[in-house]
């Protein structure tokens, strides 16, 4: 079992050689980027992405993951950049069986083992924050146990920091995007994450919200072999999405669907969006049911702010600038222009397109699986000639979904009436009735209403 020195080392001096590391990568980097500026020198983007990538890429842990989602916003980043930073994985190396007694014995007591029937010394998953291990309870009840490593919220607090000069980094080079409200975003989505009573509770309102989508399946969390970061949920059995790229039609297309309902029915039914369609994140069964697996990037919204999603659908089927620019203010963008309308309509065209079009399709029929990083291209570069843009922070998310969605959609090369299953989710929303469910819902889970 590999030994992640950075997460496992929780002492003072651990944490400050992890600032160290993360500074000495990215700092070094923007130094000289600032002296090739300086000294009037060309600068060669796509070796400075490269160096950045590598500079992240060795880290593991949040960096990674937040690093994962700035690459899937389209125009925050030049293409050069989002090109290497998709690459990373977010696959960290598991920890030896002396950190689970540990972890454990500090969650649950030193007599922990007395509560399962077994407990496996290896892991069944690892990735930036945490690793998995299968169980069987007391009662013989299979389980899946999530341990945080140690110190990540010494590991966040880092890698955010260090975040804010990669971001200064793309503004020297490009200040089309102005970032300062994306960073806010992953900084409370990622300190959201690592506790694991909040994680408990956003399964418990999923497995509520979704009670009745026979598509898909929820893991139930089992309180008393929780702790802040500790989760123990039931261990459901299914296979890794990609491996039905060889099944019939029929078979991909049902998982898509449970995908899509996985995922907007909560949105569009409570204000309430999963953040990270990362493939690590669900399993399929054997009957092609959906099993959603982590539940730490979770994203309550305003029922405004599901409304204009809706808006801009409409302004664009019905060539409406007014109700553009409605939604686009809704969502928080500011200082828009007919320019600046026109080129985000670029983006939002390209995402709504296959919801527009009343018939059973793939989800992208135009050029390779490339050709959305083009759309997003084009859009940067006139922004760019427009004077720049400052995406709302409640932008991340909702985009990070829609973008990593098409990604599955388009690996399962499923074919659906994306317009008739888009519509039987809208065209009964009345907005404060959303409310009302979301403030139900959150209410019985005891979760914090929508900012």
């Not at 500079?55 to 960096?63: D, E, S």
């Not at 299914?238 to 907007?264: C, H, T």
């Not at 690590?280 to 069964?285: A, D, I, L, S």
């Amino acid at each position: 079992m590999a030994d992640n020195k950075d997460i496992e080392d929780s002492s003072f001096s651990g944490r400050m050689r992890r600032y160290a590391r993360v500074g000495t990568s990215v700092g070094g980097l923007a130094a000289r980027f600032a002296g090739e500026r300086l000294l009037g020198r060309s600068i060669d983007s796509g070796a400075y992405a490269v160096e950045l990538k590598d500079a992240l890429g060795g880290l593991k842990g949040p960096v990674m993951k937040a690093a994962q989602i700035l690459a899937t916003v389209p125009d925050l980043l030049p293409t050069e950049y989002t090109a290497e930073l998709v690459q990373l994985q977010t696959n960290a190396p598991s920890m030896g069986w002396s950190f689970v007694k540990r972890r454990m014995a500090a969650e649950l007591g030193s007599d922990w083992r007395s509560r399962f029937e077994s407990f496996e010394h290896h892991a069944a998953a690892a990735a930036s924050l945490g690793q998995v291990h299968r169980a069987v309870g007391s009662c013989g009840r299979r389980l899946a146990c999530k341990l945080q490593y140690p110190d990540m919220a010494s590991a966040v607090e880092a890698d955010l920091q260090q975040l804010k000069l990669v971001f200064a980094i793309f503004r020297r080079y490009d200040g089309v995007v102005d970032p300062s409200e994306v960073h806010e975003e992953l900084s409370e989505r990622l300190r959201e994450e690592l506790d694991y009573r909040r994680e408990a509770a956003n399964m418990n309102l999923f497995g509520r919200m979704l009670e009745d989508e026979p598509r898909v399946s929820i893991p139930s969390v089992v309180a008393d072999l929780s702790t802040d970061r500790l989760l123990t949920m039931d261990w459901l059995d299914g296979a890794p999405l990609l491996s039905l790229k060889q099944a019939s039609i029929s078979d991909r297309n049902e998982v898509a669907l449970g995908m899509f309902r996985a995922w907007y029915r909560p949105f569009y039914g409570f204000g309430v969006l999963h953040g990270d369609p990362h493939l690590g994140n669900y399993t399929v069964c054997p009957d092609n049911r959906v099993n959603l697996l982590d539940f730490g990037c979770i994203r309550v919204f305003p029922t405004s702010f599901v409304r204009a999603v809706i808006d801009l659908y409409s302004a664009l089927r019905d060539e409406d600038e007014e109700l553009a620019v409605h939604a686009y203010e809704t969502w928080g963008f500011k200082n828009l222009d007919r320019n600046v309308i026109a080129i985000l309509n670029q983006w939002a065209e390209f995402l709504y397109e296959p919801l527009m079009d009343d018939r059973i399709r793939l989800i992208q029929e135009h050029g390779s699986p490339a050709y959305g990083a083009g759309v997003a291209a084009k859009v940067h570069r006139e922004l760019r000639e427009a004077g720049g843009v400052k995406p709302p922070r409640e932008f991340v998310l909702m985009d990070r979904s829609a973008i990593g969605l098409g990604s599955v959609f388009l690996h399962l090369g499923a074919e659906l009436n994306w317009h008739d299953l888009f519509h039987s989710l809208i065209d009964e929303f009345d907005e404060e009735e959303v409310g009302r469910r979301q403030r139900q819902v959150l209410d019985e889970i005891g979760l914090p209403a929508a900012p």
